[in-house]
């Protein structure tokens, strides 16, 4: 079926979904040791852990590596067809259809590509939160003293139980701190990645010569990481403390009000660097969790369309300094004259008349072109 169509919305979303899926079962770990590191020493509690060396060991020691390390990794999968999916799949339809109203060669805007992932992560978000709800709980969950422990079964158990126990709505507890993380992180991710392809690919020619290879995915991946680590780790400390916090008491009040009662109280009680509790199993997740995904989403993308999910992130590589021979690189049917150069004579045919303006739309990235006229074997240039 690589055939170069265009996939519908619901494809990509499965393919969103599969990848995702992928990503998970190597990086759930880390997510389970973040959400620990999160809660722990909540509302004054008393900390367990050193840190994230510290958190794996014990947890080890505690449940075993199946029981203490992959506790919600059905909760996991559930998320990635719920919030995986709308996020890369809403995304990669999203900047296809933009992409296809852009003039060749010219990349789409950054600040386009920020508004596809905030609107791709918010609406994920909001469909995949009684997942999240799922996941951060049975993550948690072996944590808690005996006499405090939920002991669910599975994710469904567990979205069951919430919504019968607690209320339907409880599947949306902590719902705001979720999306503003969830568009924050997706914005951060998916823009910065798709802009450090672009700029890196353009920038180290001889690093990157692949424009969809390894090497380069894997740089971009790790940058847009930090940066969206670096944005969303607070409101996924509240999030998480939020989702967590045990059912009052009949008369009694709960842990946190809300939102800004949780940042209070957390700076508060903790200091400002509680803000920042998780950060590295979180980086460490995200980064290869982003680059699994992105790569298994893409591959897939182009076995089914013969063309890569993500083709509107990346344009080509400017030509070199010495303007003739690097354009020839581009159009190697073609041989390039500035203006006043001599003409080689006639060739091969080729370029003329107004198919010269698709050679000037190439170009429109790199060079101003004041006027173009094509030959049988040239392009001439006139440039300003």
């Known amino acids: 079926m690589a055939d170069g169509t265009s996939l519908g919305l619901g494809m990509r979303m499965v393919l969103g979904a599969t990848g995702g899926m992928g990503a998970a079962v190597c990086c759930h770990p880390l997510d389970v040791v ?5 809660i722990d020493g909540g509302s004054a509690g008393t900390k367990q852990y050193k840190g994230t ?7 080890i020691k505690r449940n075993g590596v199946l029981r203490g390390l992959y506790p919600g990794i059905d909760a996991a999968f559930l998320r990635q067809w719920t919030y995986g999916s709308c ?4 995304y990669a339809f999203l900047l296809d259809k933009v992409n296809s109203t852009q003039a060749k060669g ?3 805007p950054f600040w386009k590509k920020l508004l596809m992932g905030s609107t791709a992560g918010a609406i994920g978000s909001f469909v995949g939160t009684p997942s999240e709800i799922a996941l951060v709980r049975m993550g948690a969950d072996s944590k808690l003293p005996e006499a405090e422990k939920r002991n669910y079964k599975n994710v469904i158990d567990c979205c069951l139980r919430i919504s019968r126990e607690e209320g339907v709505a409880k599947l949306w ?9 969830a568009t924050l992180l997706s914005a951060s991710v998916l823009a910065c990645y798709s802009e450090a392809k672009v700029e890196l690919y353009k920038a180290f020619p001889t690093v990157f010569k692949d424009k969809e290879g390894i090497p380069l995915m894997f740089t971009s991946t790790m940058f847009a ?8 780790n607070p409101f996924d400390v509240v999030k998480s403390r939020i989702q967590n916090m045990p059912v009052p008491s009949p008369g009694e009040k709960p842990i946190y009000s809300g939102m800004g009662d949780c940042f209070v109280k957390s700076v508060k009680g903790e200091g400002p660097m509680v803000l920042y509790k998780g950060f590295t199993p979180a980086f460490v997740k995200l980064a290869p969790y982003t680059c699994i995904s992105l790569i298994l989403v893409d591959k897939m993308t182009k076995l089914v369309t013969g063309k890569s999910a993500m083709s509107g992130m990346v344009v080509g590589r400017p030509p070199p300094a010495r303007l003739g021979p690097g354009l020839e690189g581009i159009f190697p049917r073609f041989r390039f004259i500035l203006k006043g150069e001599k003409s080689p004579g006639a060739g091969v045919p080729g370029l003329m008349g107004p198919q010269t303006g698709g050679v000037a739309r190439e170009l429109a990235p790199f060079v101003r072109v004041a006027a173009i006229r094509g030959s049988q074997s040239s392009i001439h240039l006139t440039l300003e």
């Open 53 to 59: 060396g510290d958190a794996i060991v014990q947890i």
């Open 34 to 38: 973040r959400v620990q590191l999160q």
């Open 173 to 181: 507890n902590g719902a705001t701190p979720t999306i503003i993380r």
């Open 225 to 232: 990481s930090l940066v969206a680590n670096v944005v969303s």
């Open 106 to 108: 010219v990349p789409v």
């Open 87 to 90: 996020r890369l799949g809403i």
